[in-house]
């Protein structure tokens, strides 16, 4: 019976060509795999993973196509389209010194020699367009045609005896290539692929991502062979066979290894030279082709289903048994309620420690903001009081009259500088306190800080003539640059103000230059000079101190309106974690609550479904005579 | 540096200040002064790459004398006298099948010191395959990165020695060689013109410009063969090249054949052997060819196989992004040591270290060149027309010669020279202040100018 299957013998050519299709299908309607693959199918399908189900539905068409695939890859350049070149004895693939195979070929039996593009969204889907191309045209125009971008696969057939029994050798763009798309290609074409040739070239050792390429192609074909080509250049040859061998024995990948050169066989084929052939290595792998992947296509059938079908089994049993071992759990002496109650336990302690913190974090923020208020204050009449102290000290000896424009900027860019300092120290504090408050909720979250510590129009209450713009989140260095300008302009106008009329300012004096140089070029009496230096003493000590009053009851508002932006935030946040919180007691609770009987009910389903997926399991291993490895769970 | 200020000194201080800092660690002391040795060396060059691309070969090839493979990680460095050491001890160099070996089966570095002009400016360091990558990149100033084909692990090998912060800014010492270039196409005779065509791909590959300087193929078995070709290969050679060419080529197809019992010319099978192990197959398709056409002298011989193996421009692309950038190189891995000293051991102190590390990074000049040179060739920056490969010239994309710089083909004069630099700097300032290129084009070409004025300081 399993003869019937895909069982092809070479002598009878043409046999299952397309028009009998109908017939091979027939046939193997009673092969042990289908049924096996079709109930897998549908258990995929009652699991609701229609994505299992889909793939398997494919791996099923390919078995029952009469074609044979033979997949040819490995990494660029080492020499895949050659060998297939060497294997049909015809330069029908491309080959060059960089990368030059860019879409899958396949290389299949015709009467005359022919060649096609075909076009289509994806590979694995029917295409959509084949276009008949000149054999000798076909290599610059899958080049050409790069820029499509749909042209999924380029078709040549050949008369051939090798392929004649339906075998299609498949060319492929290298695996690891710089371009992604190419490796993406091939992958694809790897899961039509009945069997697969592994190239890799004589000179060297299979490389670590050689031997995982492999692993994967097993994972999807276990049927690979590993062909080491150009034996003709690589001198150590027979030891890099060794090595491999080594290496895949050591990987746990039972794979046939066969040395062949491409070079010394398209050379006999040439020159007629027998014994060349024979040293290239290539009876041999026609040989192994014909045996184990034509010959033996039932097996192969058998082989690949029961690894397809094992691995989507797995990936049913996994969620199944999962579900069991939970109910089981509960189920086991009432322990299950006890779990449940703890979690309801935990639900409401939780709440209550909210509770009990939200008592607490609206004091912290209450305090600090009280402090920073009153540090900012205090740090603002030390910053005045020193500008003071050396406003005085400069006036003991230092004549206003002389470059008073220049004690005027400086005293702006002092004031300037401690408003800024100041109000820096004001939004760091701020931001700190925030962190602080957020500390005492009892979660974690990202948005456990507000976006923006400082709210839009804090400067508003800063400045009154110009509202600097300042954007979300800013740095404080943004806020206090905004803040310099502004400032700068208040200060102006109140120096000046507070100097208009004043008569201590003549005209002469005004172009004398240096900033109190010390040197006075008017002759005067000192009694004046002392009145000035007085004069000007209080005029920068009214300007000061109605820049500190106007400026510490800009602070102050500013660290009321940010507490209350802070108090806005947390309050929402708080209200939005009991919510959870109370919804999971909630939920917690209904558990408890939920009938005895419906648990058994489904717990009884699921170890029903689990026992018809182990007894399916045992159907593929016995299908695979043991090579699928167990399932690793007792039903 | 081009002018006067060195980059040396600056981070020197910067290292000694950092000595201070760490004065009470003995870890980071040691460590540090590690590096302040490294500034006085030659520049290290580690030759890295996967299992098999040739590391061994070409170095071989570069220092002019073959060495087996010692399996550790090994530094080849110039000494008056052949001598190895394993740690503290001397461990001997023997000759075994005519290379030279380092006994030394269970070493984990071993250090060679070899009388060799190659290696008057350049450390080699043969790095194992699985050596991490940090490890490489940490203990060399540069490196030759090699590979059969470019794969995706090998992208990934350079993307991570580029995740660094310093290393980002710093961004050059990688050269790609495409080792092993003789087994491309199957060992046909034309397989180095197309090894150098992929190269060439490679240079405009968008994944691989930004991770390497150049993309340079060499046939890494030939190359060592042109250095250290012995007389009797070459009588042996010549006699095989008199022989009929269709003859030959019977007994050329496969290393096999090459080996086997009828062969028409008197020749021992281990001679013959010897022969396609030193040159592989398509070394004795190359050189009977090259005798054949007329290089049928040792000397005419090794000065063809040096320029066909691509040796000579290995050596060009070592000698302009590595010998010639020193200081760069030098100042880019202390600064990378600093870092680590930095991060591991934070401290008061670090702090102000680090903002310099960042200045110096910043502000340089051989880093901005550095930093505008990866720009232009992974084309994150475009200039318009011509000038694009002239920006890169005058940075130094060939070389920091003046002469290279300006792109003169002559030995000019310094006054030509000057008129030269004069001309080309009061072109690069009318392009800095170009109101038709954009910010990026315009700050580009800001730096050339800069390079153009370094260039005249030590002229006038």
């Known amino acids: ?635 | 540096m081009l002018d006067g200020t060195t980059l040396e000194d600056e981070v020197w201080a910067l290292l000694e200040d950092a000595l201070a800092v760490y004065r009470d660690s003995p870890r980071a002391v040691a460590w540090l002064r590690g590096h302040q040795a490294r500034f006085a060396e030659p520049v290290r060059v580690a030759v890295a790459g996967s299992r098999r691309s040739g590391k061994s070969t070409v170095v071989s090839a570069l220092i002019g004398e073959e060495f087996a493979p010692t399996g550790a990680t090994t530094w080849y460095q110039d000494g008056p006298q052949a001598k190895a050491h394993v740690g503290p001890y001397e461990v001997p160099v023997t000759r075994r099948d005519g290379k030279a070996f380092v006994d030394a089966p269970d070493a984990e570095r071993v250090v060679v010191e070899w009388p060799s002009r190659s290696l008057r400016d350049l450390i080699l360091i043969d790095t194992p395959a699985e050596a991490p990558v940090e490890q490489v990149y940490g203990e060399a100033d540069a490196v030759l990165y090699l590979t059969r084909h470019m794969h995706t692990t090998d992208v990934r090998y350079l993307q991570t020695a580029h995740d660094h912060p310093v290393a980002r800014a710093a961004p050059v010492n990688t050269v790609l060689v495409l080792a092993r270039a003789d087994e491309i196409g199957g060992g046909r005779i034309d397989a180095l013109s197309s090894a150098k065509q992929i190269a060439r791909r490679y240079r405009r590959e968008a994944t691989v410009t930004p991770l390497c300087q150049n993309v340079v193929a060499v046939a890494g078995l030939l190359a060592v063969a042109a250095r250290t070709v012995r007389a009797d290969e070459f009588t042996a050679l010549s006699r095989l090249a008199a022989l009929a060419r269709t003859d030959l080529d019977k007994h050329l197809l496969s290393a096999d054949r090459f080996v086997a019992d009828d062969f028409p010319v008197r020749l021992d099978p281990a001679a013959r052997r010897g022969l396609v192990d030193r040159f592989g197959v398509f070394g004795v398709r190359l050189t009977t060819t090259l005798i054949r056409q007329g290089f049928d002298t040792q000397v005419k011989l090794t000065g063809q196989l040096v320029q066909r193996s691509g040796l000579g421009e290995l050596r060009d692309s070592v000698g302009i992004y590595f010998t010639e950038r020193r200081d760069a190189l030098k100042a880019r891995s202390a600064l990378l040591g600093l870092d680590v000293v930095l991060r591991a051991e934070p401290r008061p102190g670090s702090i102000g270290l680090a903002t310099a590390v960042e200045r110096i990074l910043a502000s340089t000049h051989d880093f901005r060149e550095l930093r505008l040179l990866a720009a232009l060739q992974g084309g994150r920056t475009r200039l318009p027309g011509d000038l694009d490969a002239e920006a890169s010239r005058l940075v130094g994309g060939l070389g920091t010669n003046p002469v290279v710089r300006l792109g003169m083909d002559y030995e000019p004069t310094e006054g030509e020279l000057r008129h030269a630099v004069l001309d080309t700097l009061g072109r690069w300032r009318d392009h800095a202040v170009d109101p038709a290129l954009d910010h990026a084009q315009r700050r580009a070409a800001s730096v050339v100018v800069r390079s153009c004025e370094g260039m005249l300081a030590p002229l006038s």
């Open chain 1, 1 to 635: 019976m399993l003869s019937t299957g895909r069982h092809r013998p070479s002598s009878v050519p043409g046999t299952f060509t397309r028009t009998g299709f109908t017939g091979t299908l027939c046939r193997v309607m009673s092969a042990p795999w289908l049924d096996v693959l079709d109930d897998t199918i549908r258990a995929c399908a009652a699991h609701n993973r229609p994505d299992l189900a889909e793939r398997l539905r494919e791996k099923r068409a390919r078995q029952l196509d009469p074609k044979l695939r033979v997949l040819v890859i490995g990494e660029p350049g080492q020499g895949k389209s050659q060998l297939v070149n060497a294997m049909v004895n015809a330069p029908v693939c491309p080959v060059g010194d960089d990368a030059t195979t860019t879409v899958p070929t396949f290389v299949q039996h015709a009467e005359t020699p022919s060649a096609a593009l075909v076009r289509g969204a994806s590979i694995a889907n029917t295409p959509t367009e084949r276009i008949p191309v000149p054999i000798d045209q076909l290599a610059s125009r899958v080049s050409a045609d790069q820029g499509g971008g749909d042209l999924v696969r380029a078709e040549i057939g050949i008369p051939r005896a090798l392929l004649d029994s339906g075998l299609v050798l498949i060319d492929t763009p290298g695996v690891g290539d710089l371009r992604p798309a190419h490796t993406a290609s091939t992958f694809a074409a790897l899961l039509q692929a009945d069997a697969v040739l592994m190239v890799s070239d004589a000179t060297a050792e299979l490389t670590g991502s050689e031997l995982e390429l492999l692993k994967r192609v097993m994972t999807s074909c276990p049927n690979v062979t590993v062909v080491l080509t150009k034996i003709d250049i690589a001198v150590q040859w027979r030891r890099v066979v060794e090595r491999n061998r080594a290496h895949l024995a050591r990987a746990g990948v039972a794979a046939k290894l066969i040395p062949v050169s491409a070079a010394l066989r398209l050379r006999a084929a040439k020159t007629g030279d027998k014994a060349l052939n024979a040293e290239s290595g290539f009876p041999e792998l026609l040989a192994c082709v014909r045996q184990d992947i034509v010959a033996a296509a039932d097996v192969l059938a058998r082989r690949t289903v029961a690894v397809t079908a094992a691995s989507a089994i797995k990936q049913l049993v996994t969620p199944v048994r999962e579900e069991l071992t939970a109910r089981g759990s509960r189920a086991a002496g009432g322990k299950g309620a006890e779990d449940t109650i703890a979690t309801l336990n935990e639900a409401q302690r939780r709440i209550d420690e909210l509770r009990r913190r939200s008592a607490r974090w609206q004091t912290v923020l209450a305090d600090e903001m009280a402090d920073l208020v009153s540090d900012i204050e205090y740090d603002l009449r030390d910053r005045t009081r020193k500008i003071m102290r050396e406003v005085d000290k400069t006036f003991e000896t230092a004549d206003p009259a002389l470059g008073w424009d220049k004690f005027e900027s400086w005293l702006e860019d002092s004031l300037t500088e401690a408003a800024t300092t100041n109000f820096a120290w004001l939004l760091d504090r701020s931001e700190w306190v925030a962190e602080k408050v957020a500390k005492s909720f009892p979660v974690v979250r990202d948005d456990l800080l507000p976006g923006s510590i400082f709210p839009d129009d804090v400067l508003d209450r800063v400045s009154p003539m110009e509202k600097p713009v300042i954007e979300k989140f800013s740095v404080v260095q943004k806020a206090f640059t905004g803040l310099k300008g502004s400032y700068g302009g208040v200060l102006m106008f109140g120096l000046a103000t507070s100097l208009a009329g004043m008569p201590l300012i003549n005209a002469i004096s005004l172009g004398a230059g240096a900033l109190f140089g010390g040197k006075s070029i008017i002759d005067e009496s000192d009694q004046r000079l002392r009145r000035r230096q007085a004069a000007a003493k209080s005029a920068a000590a009214r300007h000061v101190d109605d820049f500190f009053i106007k400026f510490s009851k800009d602070c102050r508002d500013a660290a009321r309106h940010i507490q209350r932006s802070l108090r806005n935030h947390f309050s929402t946040l708080a209200e939005e974690l009991q919510e959870t919180l109370l919804e999971s007691a909630r939920s917690a609770r209904r558990a408890v609550q939920d009938d005895n009987s419906e648990r058994e009910r489904r717990s009884l389903e699921a170890k029903r479904e689990l026992d018809h997926l182990v007894a399916l399991y045992q159907r593929v291993q016995a299908l695979a005579g043991g090579q699928a490895p167990p399932l690793g769970i007792s039903a």
